[in-house]
């Protein structure tokens, strides 16, 4: 999507019953306490989508522009590490986020492997609490992270683009997994 069109997010508002559900989750899993949401694309898929993105040399590569046209972006191009974090640097990213922001609820949106054990064992002295509904619907789970208290997601996933334009028109924090933070 182009930087131009993003704010027309503005104008998107959930439905009653996907806002009823992201409540009800937010109570059952969170007791209603802070979460940091996180969108991990980790699946032999996505894999080879980034295999070779390091050859292009690009900052537009699917759904990039959208970290690589905020002002703060430093990186040349999409990197391997960008497209296709390793779990160390997941891990990395997420235990900065935890011990800045002091929120030890984390919400996994992914399609296949959730860490859940990794992150667990990672942040064992964080003590952590990490859950996964692995919702039939989709949009469940982009509502759930586009109302975290903080976010992490792919920069190159469309997925993860529509969670940040719902976060950016109300000033939410996110960050993206091979940036440092």
Same mark, same amino acid.
């Not at 064992?124 to 989709?138: E, F, G, I, N």
């Given at each position: 999507?182009?930087? &131009?069109?993003?704010? !027309?997010? #503005?104008?998107?508002?959930?439905?009653?019953? +996907?806002? =009823?559900?992201?409540?009800?989750?937010? %109570?059952?899993?969170?007791?209603?306490?802070?979460?940091?949401?996180?969108?991990?694309?980790?699946?032999?898929?996505?894999?080879?989508?980034?295999?070779?993105?390091?050859?292009?040399?690009?900052?537009?590569?699917?759904?990039?522009?959208?970290?690589?046209?905020?002002?703060?972006?430093?990186?040349?191009?999409?990197?391997?590490?960008?497209?296709?974090?390793?779990?160390? &640097?997941?891990?990395? !990213?997420? #235990?900065?986020?935890?011990?800045?922001?002091? +929120?030890? =609820?984390?919400?996994?949106?992914?399609? %296949?492997?959730?860490?859940?054990?990794?992150?667990?064992?990672?942040?064992?002295?964080?003590?952590?609490?990490?859950?996964?509904?692995?919702?039939?619907?989709?949009?469940?789970?982009?509502?759930?992270?586009?109302?975290?208290?903080?976010?992490?997601?792919?920069?190159?996933?469309?997925?993860?683009?529509?969670?940040?334009?719902?976060?950016?028109?109300?000033?939410?924090?996110?960050?993206?997994?091979?940036?440092?933070?």
């Amino acid at each position: 999507m182009l930087p &131009e069109h993003r704010q !027309l997010q #503005k104008y998107m508002d959930w439905s009653e019953q +996907i806002m =009823n559900e992201v409540r009800q989750h937010q %109570k059952t899993l969170f007791n209603n306490e802070p979460y940091i949401g996180i969108h991990l694309r980790n699946d032999v898929d996505w894999l080879r989508a980034c295999a070779d993105v390091e050859s292009l040399k690009t900052r537009s590569y699917m759904a990039s522009p959208q970290c690589f046209d905020q002002s703060s972006s430093t990186h040349a191009y999409v990197t391997h590490k960008i497209c296709y974090p390793s779990d160390d &640097e997941i891990l990395r !990213l997420l #235990k900065n986020i935890v011990l800045r922001t002091r +929120i030890h =609820n984390i919400y996994v949106a992914t399609d %296949k492997r959730p860490m859940i054990k990794e992150i667990e064992e990672h942040l064992a002295a964080q003590r952590v609490q990490v859950k996964h509904l692995d919702p039939w619907l989709p949009v469940m789970d982009i509502a759930m992270l586009a109302h975290a208290n903080y976010f992490i997601g792919n920069c190159v996933s469309s997925f993860t683009s529509a969670v940040k334009r719902a976060r950016d028109v109300h000033n939410l924090p996110s960050a993206f997994w091979g940036f440092s933070e």
